[in-house]
């Protein structure tokens, strides 16, 4: 019998770290049902963050990660599938969608722009990560979720628009998300479940006045995602302007 308890307890983490991903496609589903830009990150963020706060407390730090990121994944496919099918009805559920997708055509279009401009998209990259971090460290993780979903969403909805122009969507679907965003992602998620854990623990030894644990350091998880986001950068820099050309067939009339 207690052979087997430690399987059974596997089970019902690996249960529990599946069911955001299974979630994330009804939050986009209702959000779009309720409409307005307040419902998505508010149901994505509910689809994550109890399972996020279960693991972390477990000290299932990676299973975390890795629930977070199918998660991620899981709310971009449903945000691009849903744009690609009706850009115009998502348009009024994606916070900053419409604004971002208009830059991102007019950069593929030219070549030019933010996306290829070190001077614009550092100070802007800068000040994503410093609230995402402000956020997710005062809030034991919520407020970074909810910020993660805003911009998971407006990316996604951006590469659904993409795709939904008819030039050629095979492309945009497999382009779209470019390798540097998606070490973003991967960076801002290790971010996200490290920053989440010391108020947790706080709230944990306040109300179990009992409770010692002592988790280990996260210093590799902080100096990884410090590697993906130098990575982000410099890929950023270096191919920026041959994407906008990989992508141009999309626009194409």
């Known amino acids: 019998m207690n052979r087997a308890t430690p399987a059974r307890e596997s089970s019902r983490v690996a249960r529990a770290a599946a069911l955001p991903a299974l979630l994330a496609p ?16 508010i149901l994505a963020t509910l689809a994550i963050y109890p399972v996020l706060i279960l693991l972390i407390l477990r000290q299932r730090r990676r299973t975390a990660a890795v629930a977070t990121l199918f998660w991620a994944a899981s ?3 449903s945000v691009i599938v ?10 009024t559920v994606v916070l900053n969608g419409a604004a971002y997708r208009d830059e991102m055509f007019a950069f593929i279009r030219s070549g030019e722009g933010r996306e290829s401009d070190p001077a614009l998209f550092l100070p802007q990259h800068l000040l994503h990560l410093g609230a995402f971090c402000l956020l997710a460290w005062v809030s034991a993780g919520l407020l970074g979720i909810a910020l993660g979903a805003i911009l998971v969403a407006y990316m996604s909805y951006y590469v659904g628009s993409l795709a939904a122009a008819g030039g050629a969507p095979a492309v945009a679907l497999a382009f779209g ?12 998620v290790l971010l996200g479940v490290a920053l989440s854990e010391p108020l947790l623990l706080a709230i944990r030894r306040r109300v179990e006045t009992a409770c010692s644990d002592s988790f280990p350091p996260w210093r590799a998880w902080y100096l990884t995602a410090a590697a993906l986001l130098a990575a982000d950068a410099l890929l950023k820099l270096l191919l920026a302007p041959a994407w906008a050309g990989l992508l141009s067939p999309c626009l194409a009339p």
């Open 26 to 41: 009804v939050a986009v589903l209702a959000a779009r049902g309720i409409g307005g830009p307040a419902p998505l990150p």
């Open 82 to 91: 849903s744009t690609e099918r009706d850009p115009g009805a998502m348009e």
């Open 177 to 188: 998300w470019p390798p540097w965003a998606v070490l973003r992602v991967v960076a801002f």
């Open 75 to 77: 709310l971009s496919v």
